[in-house]
């Protein structure tokens, strides 16, 4: 991935900062956004510490504000003159059963992971048109495929995701652009750390494999999504689970 320009959401932590790190290790010059700052920076100085052939430029993006997502793009595109890689990783859950979910609830999750990703990609995809190259990843969830009691909101974004990749695979196929999810299961992070005992316990006695995958289990999927291997490779959807759902 050497020359190649990235873009990761959600880089400061869990499977964003993994794929950040996955894909500057590859060698591509990786811009990690993100909210915290001074974790972005940790991100960064893992890179240099691990001595990885890329590397990890922090920015403060917050990827609800769709002016600053196209000022941030239009600055990439400018500085770097393209972008050949985009993950849009930034997601949040805000859990609840449908009869009391009020409607910030519901808009706040359609906002951070679906809206978002519609700005992302569509201010990236324009840039990646001109250049007749890309790869754009977007982490989904498990959620979205099979559904799940208490994430009407999220499930709801992640399946809108699906149709979303598809759509935009299908729309710029011929400009040598692809269009990828991943859908993980349950993967430690803080996400999953909050989780009550009963909850984890519950769940590994329904994964085959008996336990919940690593970040870099993930980003080692985001990176072959994100290279110029899985070139015949578009409108997928890549499930990570440890076979929970099959
Ligand atoms: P995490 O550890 O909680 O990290 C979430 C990331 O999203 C952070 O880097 C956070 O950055 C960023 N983010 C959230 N809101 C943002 C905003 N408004 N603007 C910019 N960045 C924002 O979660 P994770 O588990 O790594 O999740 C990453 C993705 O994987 C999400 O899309 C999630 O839905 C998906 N996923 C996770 C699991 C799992 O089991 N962990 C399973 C299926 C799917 P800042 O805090 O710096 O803003």
Same mark, same amino acid.
């Given at each position: 991935m050497e020359n190649?320009?990235?873009i990761v959401t959600g880089g400061s932590r869990g499977i964003g900062r993994a794929a950040c790190l996955?894909?500057?290790?590859?060698?591509?010059?990786?811009f990690a956004c993100g909210r915290d700052e001074a974790a972005l920076k940790e991100v960064c100085d893992e890179a240099k510490k691990r001595e990885l052939s890329g590397k990890i430029e922090p920015f403060v993006l917050d990827v609800t504000d769709k002016?600053?997502?196209d000022t941030f793009v239009e600055g990439v595109g400018e500085s770097a003159g393209k972008i050949d890689i985009l993950v849009n990783n930034a997601g949040i859950t805000r859990d609840g059963l449908l009869m009391n979910m009020d409607d910030d609830q519901f808009e706040d999750v359609l906002t951070t992971n679906l809206r978002s990703v519609f700005w992302m990609s569509r201010a990236v995809s324009r840039l990646m048109v001109r250049k007749r190259y890309g790869r754009i990843v977007n +982490?989904? @969830?498990?959620?979205?495929?099979?559904?799940n009691a208490g994430q009407t909101n999220y499930a709801a974004s992640k399946a809108?995701?699906?149709?979303?990749s598809k759509s935009v695979g299908k729309e710029l196929a011929k400009r040598n652009i692809t269009c990828n999810v991943v859908a993980p299961g349950f993967i430690e992070t803080d996400m999953t750390a909050s989780l009550p005992e009963k909850v984890t316990e519950g769940a590994k006695q329904l994964i085959p494999?008996?336990?919940?995958g690593k970040t870099?289990? +993930?980003? @080692?999927?985001?990176?072959?999504?994100?290279?110029e291997s899985a070139s015949y490779v578009t409108g997928q959807?890549?499930?990570?689970d440890g076979g929970l759902h099959m």
């Open positions: 190649r320009i990235a996955a894909l500057a290790e590859r060698g591509a010059t990786v002016k600053a997502i +982490v989904g @969830s498990i959620s979205g495929v099979m559904g809108g995701l699906i149709g979303f494999m008996s336990r919940f870099e289990e +993930v980003a @080692s999927v985001i990176a072959f999504l994100a290279s959807v890549v499930v990570i």
